[in-house]
Antibody, heavy 119, light 112 residues
Framework: QVQLVESGGGVVQPGRSLTLSCAAS????????MHWVRRAPGRGLEWLAV????????YFRDSVKGRFTISRDNSRNTLNLQMNSLSADDTAVYYC????????????WGQGTLVTVSS | DVVMTQSPLSLPVTLGQPASISCRSS???????????LNWFQQRPGQSPRRLIY???NRDSGVPDRFSGSGSGTDFTLKISRVEADDVGVYYC?????????FGQGTKVEVK
């Protein structure tokens, strides 16, 4: 059974950095692309980034390009999201998600971790 | 980016009655391989999203058959044949045909 468990959320001051992690189990981690998606308070889901199964290809939405970095450690079945220069607009629940079959066909989600950017 | 427009944004429903959510895309979602990468997700209160439907009309394992998806091109629909209390939550369509993947605004389903 696929399990995705995020960690690393919390309260962070504007301008600071934070790294989120996602521990994966129940599937062959290096065989699947992985995504980060967030949901800000009172808003809908927003796709952020994807990394290929081998870690070689990475893509980001324009609004976080240059500020966020996605990475994975296939030896530890872990996905990471490093977020820099955070602002209040980045306050959200962040989800890691597994893709199956290409074309961002997300089929499994973690429970999410809350990031609050506030002074 | 492809804009996904859902309607209605709020859907009060009567238990046991049908419900329908529309999702329209700003570009055709048919890919050159013949597939249409349109998914539907359900997010119950306090839970993470769960995929219900992939590639327009394919139900995920464990999804009740009262949920069905249809459509083509730029016009898609999620139907619930008889709403149950468990169906309360926010429903999102999402396209993966074009990069970046984009979600609709969400439709909040609540019991009248």
């Amino acid at each position: 059974q696929v399990q995705l468990v995020e960690s690393g959320g919390g309260v962070v001051q504007p301008g600071r950095s934070l790294t989120l992690s996602c521990a994966a189990s129940g599937f062959r981690f290096n065989g699947y692309a992985m995504h980060w998606v967030r949901r800000a308070p009172g808003r809908g889901l927003e796709w952020l980034a994807v990394v290929a199964g081998d870690g070689n290809e990475k893509y980001f939405r324009d609004s976080v390009k240059g500020r966020f970095t996605i990475s994975r450690d296939n030896s530890r079945n872990t996905l990471n999201l490093q977020m820099n220069s955070l602002s209040a607009d980045d306050t959200a629940v962040y989800y890691c998600a597994k893709e199956d079959g290409g074309h961002s066909q997300i089929d499994s989600w973690g429970q999410g971790t809350l990031v609050t950017v506030s002074s | 980016d492809v804009v996904m427009t859902q309607s209605p944004l709020s859907l009060p429903v009567t238990l046991g009655q049908p419900a329908s959510i529309s999702c329209r895309s700003s570009q055709s979602l048919e890919y050159s391989d013949g597939n249409t990468y349109l998914n539907w997700f359900q997010q119950r209160p306090g839970q993470s999203p769960r995929r219900l439907i992939y590639k327009v009309s394919n139900r995920d394992s464990g999804v009740p058959d009262r949920f069905s998806g249809s459509g083509s091109g730029t016009d898609f629909t999620l139907k619930i044949s008889r709403v149950e209390a468990d169906d309360v939550g926010v429903y999102y369509c999402m396209q993966g045909t074009h990069f970046p993947p984009t979600f609709g605004q969400g439709t909040k389903v609540e019991v009248k």
